[in-house]
Nanobody
Framework: QVQLVESGGGLVQAGGSLRLSCAASGGAFSFYAMGWFRQAPGKEREFVASISGVGITTSYADSVKGRFTIARDNAKNTVSLQMNSLKPAHTAVYYC?????????????????WGQGTQVTVSS
């Protein structure tokens, strides 16, 4: 059973940066594509970014391209999301997700494993 634990959320002012981390255990990490999703109050959970198992391929939602960067360290079984130039609209609970397929995917149903989420709040 794969377990995912996010960390790094918090309160930041608009224009600031945060780096989220996700630690994975219980699976062959390098064979899993990993993703980040977010859910704002009253809204559906949405795709943010994804990275392939070996880290060669990445995919981003249009709204975060050039602002967020996903990366992974297979030696440490971690995946991160660097978020720069944050805006209040980025306020949400951010979830780490994993799928037992090497290819990236940008939809919720593609992912079998989910973390508990970490709150990101951006103040104006």
């Amino acid at each position: 059973q794969v377990q995912l634990v996010e960390s790094g959320g918090g309160l930041v002012q608009a224009g600031g940066s945060l780096r989220l981390s996700c630690a994975a255990s219980g699976g062959a990490f390098s064979f899993y594509a990993m993703g980040w999703f977010r859910q704002a109050p009253g809204k559906e959970r949405e795709f943010v970014a994804s990275i392939s198992g070996v880290g060669i391929t990445t995919s981003y939602a249009d709204s975060v391209k050039g602002r967020f960067t996903i990366a992974r360290d297979n030696a440490k079984n971690t995946v991160s999301l660097q978020m720069n130039s944050l805006k209040p609209a980025h306020t949400a609970v951010y979830y780490c997700a994993g799928r037992p397929i090497e290819r990236v995917a940008n939809y919720l149903a593609a992912y079998a494993y989910w973390g508990q989420g970490t709150q990101v709040t951006v103040s104006s």
